[in-house]
């Protein structure tokens, strides 16, 4: 297993994880849109380079394991820098092994040498929060909280055709009929 940055060449195995990702989420109501993530990847490699970090997890085989989005900003109140959590996700097959615990040390490292004050990380996604509270709280960081939230809105829409045509790019699987009952297709 490498832990890596993430290259422009993993663009369509990272927007079927992000897809992926989609079905597992607390907040799975949220509209499914292939093309911001394929904005915010562009964004990324082409103006956020430095304040943002994608790391990925590439399991032998070349398929990519997981993966952790991370920025470092000012602190609203300081010019000292915080390391912020954007997103993180490990794939099914790989959780429980040591691939999230790799992903967070070098989340770690990249903000240290960003010159970060402190790392946050959350949970969002509902999924696994006793075993991830866990190997945070082994890898040194501390409970400050929990994350809260109110839906403002019915549960979102996915794009079928676009959906569907990422997935068979990347060569994934069918994922099943879960997505598809959740998710309305747009009109």
């Given at each position: 297993?490498?832990?890596?940055?993430?290259r422009?060449?993993?663009?369509?195995a990272?927007?079927?994880?992000?897809?992926?990702n989609?079905?597992?989420?607390?907040?799975?109501?949220?509209?499914?849109?292939?093309?911001?993530v394929?904005?915010?990847?562009?964004d990324?490699?082409?103006?956020?380079?430095?304040?943002?970090?994608?790391?990925?997890?590439?399991?032998q085989?070349?398929?990519?394991?997981?993966g952790?989005?991370?920025?470092?900003?000012?602190?609203?109140?300081?010019?000292?820098?915080?390391?912020?959590?954007?997103?993180w996700?490990?794939?099914?097959?790989?959780?429980?092994?040591?691939?999230?615990?790799?992903?967070?040390?070098?989340?770690?490292?990249?903000?240290?040498?960003?010159?970060?004050?402190?790392?946050?990380?959350g949970i969002?996604?509902?999924?696994?929060?006793?075993?991830?509270?866990?190997?945070?709280?082994?890898?040194?960081?501390?409970?400050?909280?929990?994350?809260?939230?109110v839906?403002?809105?019915?549960?979102?829409?996915?794009?079928?055709?676009?959906?569907?045509?990422?997935?068979?790019?990347?060569?994934?699987?069918?994922?099943?009929?879960?997505?598809?009952?959740r998710?309305?297709?747009?009109?």
């Amino acid at each position: 297993m490498e832990i890596r940055r993430a290259r422009i060449s993993d663009r369509e195995a990272l927007i079927e994880m992000a897809l992926e990702n989609q079905r597992d989420l607390a907040y799975g109501h949220i509209t499914v849109a292939p093309h911001r993530v394929e904005q915010t990847l562009r964004d990324l490699f082409e103006h956020n380079a430095g304040s943002h970090v994608l790391l990925v997890a590439e399991a032998q085989n070349g398929q990519l394991a997981g993966g952790l989005l991370a920025c470092v900003q000012r602190y609203y109140f300081s010019d000292e820098l915080q390391a912020q959590l954007i997103q993180w996700y490990v794939r099914r097959p790989f959780r429980g092994t040591s691939v999230a615990p790799r992903l967070v040390k070098a989340y770690v490292a990249w903000a240290r040498t960003r010159g970060a004050s402190e790392v946050f990380m959350g949970i969002t996604s509902g999924q696994e929060m006793t075993l991830t509270h866990r190997m945070l709280t082994r890898l040194g960081f501390g409970h400050l909280g929990g994350n809260y939230g109110v839906k403002l809105r019915p549960r979102g829409r996915c794009d079928h055709a676009l959906f569907s045509r990422h997935q068979r790019a990347a060569g994934a699987p069918d994922l099943g009929p879960g997505l598809r009952a959740r998710h309305r297709p747009v009109p």
